[in-house]
């Protein structure tokens, strides 16, 4: 069947409204066929246009030189066949034609100059400015590099009057801003890309374009917060839009040089097409410039043989993707050369697939699965712990030996580095070293293992038994103690006992014979407690008291002894503990409190971590939030350099949490961004990583950065699950999502995931959530237009505000059903609504009767605009609605006042609809004398409106 011009029209709306690419494309072909099947010119002419609208915005640029051609054709043989729409429209893409000629490295230089002057010829008989034409030349010169020209165009085009053959505010803005950023005023650019960024001026590409093109020169300037910010804004909008590879180019760029190179991966691999898509060879240059880029990252980071997303059909390494996008980058930019008669394209394209790191490590707040920095070391101790890395065996045994009797963190990664050393001199390599230090280095090696306890404590035997053989029988006692509290946390408890008081009943035999430091012996004995604790089910039966007794009895008359101190303050500490297990917080605090203390008296404050985080944990329940601030800054402070990534991911979001809590948001979310890095260092992603971003999704709602906080919410929900993390902890991601994406007028995505968050909630004891969750999604798929699901959505809160008997609600949810379904059936509604507050109201009192009424009062206001607002409206009855209103609402009481009067001025606007001015002006002017002294935002409003009342009055 032949479509008419106006289900072609229907037909070609549609099909723009579809995601860009091939598809979208061979519709438009398609519809072309059945144009040219309607037999009117103006048909042909509109498919033309649609078709060359697909094709400038998809990866099938070079397509649109066909279209155009055949469009100026028609145009200088028939322009009559042409409205004033499509007339317009030739025009404009003139401008597309000419960037796009530029972009393609077959079409001589000569043919785009000569086509420019053409556009220039064609605009100037169409009466146009040369704004544009001057744009256009300016692009020329830029790509040529011949700076003089560019900035003689340049001046021109800015000069030129805007008409409506000029680029949008915001296209323009973005070019310049690029160009003054490719000149090196970076701060130039940023000053006039603003508007756009600001919201000020916008199209269907910006600020998409800007904000990409923004975040290079806001990360040389040191603004690595606001860039952050942009290309979390910025990705989600280039990333389901296929013409925008120069965007996303810009974005895996920026993750190349801030430390970010898994995230650039995970870009990479998300259109593998973007490699060989060749319709617009510019932007396939770009891409393969930055891909060659982030995989230079990725080869010097030692992963030149990980496996990467590359073109379809290939597995390809780092290494090989360098190679391979190279040289393809390097042979585009060789025919723009060939063709513009320059090496300009060679050189700019060697200068960014050379560029280094601006910066080591950008925190994004997304997760990059399999980060590439994994396991990555936290940050150095500081110089004064270690003197630089010994070379030797025998150097390395006695800086381990140096840092561990100074009871210096670093002393880990002496042993370890020990460790390789020994290890690398192969099956020899125990012969370096005595007896006594290969016990020590088993020692080391099972207090550092993070693997099963049972290759733990195998170590910690054969040292035993490699101490005894030494004559070193206290440290072997004390390896067996150390054991036996792994036995605990591996829930053997029977073991763990037995070993431990073995341990220690040796350690005080060997002390009272002279055989056994005080620091073993204490060592001995605050393992015995740190078992009992371990092992305590419920309230303590006595057992942990009594360690903790016997380790401070002990610990007592060695006050001046250094390496003892350390181990009260761990009793202290674990008092603490005792306390809050408790429930006695304040307790705990003091314990905690006391035991930092100790620690840094005894100039030992990496140790004083643990107690302080749990002092900032317990400060924070008790409503203490300065001491727990405190605490926790002081816990981060002292831990920083030395704790492992795990710990570092804990105590950045625990001050984030606490910074929250005091309304300081910005911090809250920096240290977030920090936690969530960390715990993506430890191998935590999935687990508390998550629950890092989820945090630090809802602040950055909080602060009212949607879109920011709407990637960093969509990047972790595949993280998410009930079983894992629980569904409030879901529901909660799911509600914030829809609340960032409401604000960014994404309301279908909205309504799906408050959706999924109510079919969660519906499985919850308390119905509330479940009941508010339908109603976010209602109002979400109203504003998507979609009606029956709306509808559907209502009905369902409805129903659950009933069972909950929370009247408002029930009725407000009423009205707005009634405004989506509207006619009768609205009708319908607004009366149920009524009737619900009559009916509570007939069992009310006081303050809660004269809530029932103004709602009451509200319902008859939109029963009466409902009615006003219908195809056929009954302005007579509607009135009378709203005069039902006013009166209602003045009888809730002075309260209500506002609502009263704005009641009477609606009243008074269809009493002018109905031909009726002096009944109009006597409610406006009543109004108006109501207000006449008042002060205020709402005393304004009241007069000004009565004031447009009355001056309509007059009029009639």
């Known amino acids: 069947m032949t479509l008419t011009i106006d289900a072609l029209r229907e037909a070609m709306r549609d099909n723009y409204a579809q995601p860009e690419g091939p598809a979208r494309n061979a519709r438009a072909e398609r519809l072309l066929a059945e144009a040219e099947g309607i037999g009117e010119p103006l048909a042909v002419i509109e498919a033309l246009g649609h078709q060359l609208q697909v094709y400038n915005y998809s990866s099938e640029k070079a397509k649109m030189f066909v ?104 296209c323009e803005l973005h070019g310049q801003g690029v160009w003054q950023a490719q000149l090196g005023a970076d701060e130039k650019a940023l000053e006039i890309w603003a508007p756009v960024l600001e919201g000020e001026h916008t199209c269907a590409h910006e600020p998409h374009a800007v904000l990409a093109s923004s975040l290079l020169p806001l990360v040389r300037l040191g603004e690595g917060d606001r860039a952050r910010a942009h290309h979390l804004r910025g990705y989600r909008l280039v990333r389901p839009m296929e013409s925008m590879r120069g965007a996303a180019a810009l974005h895996i760029e920026f993750c190349a040089l801030t430390g970010n190179e898994a995230r650039g991966l995970e870009i990479l691999a998300e259109r593998p097409a973007y490699f060989t898509d060749s319709g617009d060879p510019d932007s396939q240059m770009d891409f393969l410039s930055v891909a060659a880029l982030l995989m230079d990252r990725l080869v010097a980071l030692g992963h030149g043989e990980r496996e990467v997303p590359g073109p379809a059909g290939t597995r390809w390494t780092a290494g090989a993707l360098a190679r391979h996008a190279r040289g393809e980058a390097l042979a585009i930019a060789a025919r723009f050369d060939e063709r513009n008669g320059t090496d300009r394209v060679s050189a700019l394209v060697g200068e960014r697939m050379a560029q280094e790191p601006l910066m080591e490590r950008l925190p994004l707040g997304v997760r990059a699965v399999g980060a590439v920095r994994a396991g990555a070391p936290v940050p150095a101790a500081p110089a004064s712990a270690s003197s630089g890395e010994p070379a030797g065996v025998e150097e390395l045994l006695a800086e381990a030996r140096r840092l561990t009797a100074a009871r210096h963190p670093d002393a880990r990664g002496a042993w370890a580095r020990l460790g390789r050393a020994v290890a690398a001199d192969g099956p020899d390599g125990l012969d370096h070293v005595d007896g006594l230090a290969r016990a020590e280095l088993d020692d080391h090696a099972a207090m550092a293992h993070d ?86 089910e419920g309230a303590d039966d006595g057992t942990v008291e009594e360690a903790l007794t016997a380790l401070e009895e002990f610990a007592a008359p060695h006050g001046d002894d250094a390496a003892v101190t350390d181990r009260a303050a761990e009793a202290s500490s674990l008092r603490g503990d005792l306390a809050a297990r408790s429930g006695d917080l304040a307790g705990a605090v003091g314990h905690y409190a006391r035991a930092a203390e100790i620690f840094h008296a005894a100039g030992l404050p990496w140790y004083a971590v643990e107690a302080e985080a749990r002092l900032a944990g317990a400060a924070r329940h008790l409503g203490d939030l300065e001491t727990a601030e405190r605490a926790a800054r002081a816990a981060l402070e002292h831990g920083g350099p030395y704790v492992q990534a795990r710990w570092h991911a804990r105590l950045h979001q625990q001050l984030a949490e606490v910074l929250a809590q005091t309304g300081e948001f910005g911090q809250a979310t920096d240290h977030a961004l920090e936690a969530a890095h960390w715990a993506d260092e430890a191998g935590e992603s999935g687990h508390f990583g998550a629950y890092a971003r989820h945090q630090l999704g809802g602040w950055l709602l909080r602060m009212g950065s949607t879109a920011e906080a709407a990637a960093i919410l969509e990047a972790v929900l595949p993280d998410l699950t009930v079983d894992e993390h629980g569904d409030g902890m879901v529901v909660q991601t799911l509600w914030w999502l829809g609340e960032c994406l409401m604000a960014l007028d994404e309301p279908r ?47 369902r809160a409805a129903e659950l505000w009933r069972e909950l008997g929370d009247v408002h609600a029930l009725v407000r949810t009423l009205r707005i059903r009634g405004w989506v ?56 009855e509607a009135l009378a609605w709203v005069d039902r209103a006013a009166t209602t609402f003045a009888s809730a009481g002075p309260a209500y006042t506002d609502q009263s009067t704005g009641a009477d001025l609606l009243a008074a606007w269809l009493l002018l609809d109905l031909a009726d001015p ?39």
């Not at 040369?130 to 030349?137: I, K």
């Not at 073995?502 to 055989?515: N, P, S």
């Not at 408050?754 to 959530?769: G, I, N």
């Open 749 to 795: 995505a909205a309504a799906e995931h408050w959706l999924r968050a109510a079919d969660l909630a519906a499985a919850w004891p308390e119905q509330w959530d479940h009941a508010t969750l339908a109603g976010l999604a209602g109002r979400a798929l109203y504003r998507a237009e979609l009606l029956p699901e709306a509808e559907r959505a209502y009905g």
């Open 67 to 170: 279209p155009f051609a055949r469009l100026l054709r028609m145009w200088d043989e028939r322009p009559e066949d042409f409205d004033a729409y499509e007339t317009h429209a030739l025009h404009w893409v003139f401008k597309w034609v000419s960037s796009g000629m530029l972009d393609q490295p077959h079409i001589p230089l000569a043919a785009i100059e000569k086509w420019l002057g053409e556009m220039e010829h064609r605009y100037r008989l169409a009466g146009h400015s040369e704004r544009a034409v001057r744009q256009g030349e300016f692009r020329v010169a830029r790509h040529l590099g011949d700076l003089e020209r560019a900035e003689r165009a340049y001046a021109a085009w800015l000069a030129a009057d805007r008409d409506d053959m000029a680029d949008c505010h915001a």
């Open 451 to 536: 693997g099963e306890p049972a290759e733990a404590i195998a170590l910690f035997h054969d040292a035993a038994r490699q101490y005894e053989a030494a004559g070193e029988p206290a440290r072997a006692a004390a390896a067996l103690a150390r054991a036996a509290l792994l036995h605990a946390l591996d829930d053997r408890p029977d073991e763990a006992l037995r070993g431990v008081e073995q341990a220690v009943a040796r350690l005080l035999t060997l002390h009272a014979e002279g055989l056994a430091a005080p620091r073993e012996v204490s060592g001995g004995l605050l393992n015995q407690a740190r078992i009992r604790m371990a092992l305590l």
């Open 918 to 956: 002096s009944s109009a002006a006597a409610r406006a002017g009543a109004v108006r004398e109501r207000y006449e002294s008042a002060e205020g935002e709402t005393a304004e409003s009241r007069r000004s409106e009565a004031d447009s009342i009355l001056r309509e009055a007059r009029s009639l």
């Open 821 to 876: 379904a509207g006619g009768a059936a609205g009708r319908e509604l607004m009366a149920e609504a009524a009737g619900e507050c009559e009916a509570a109201l007939s069992e009310a009192s006081g303050e809660a009767a004269d809530r029932l009424r103004a709602e009451l009062a509200d319902t008859y206001r939109q029963t009466g605009e409902l009615l006003a607002r219908a195809e056929d409206p009954d302005l007579r």
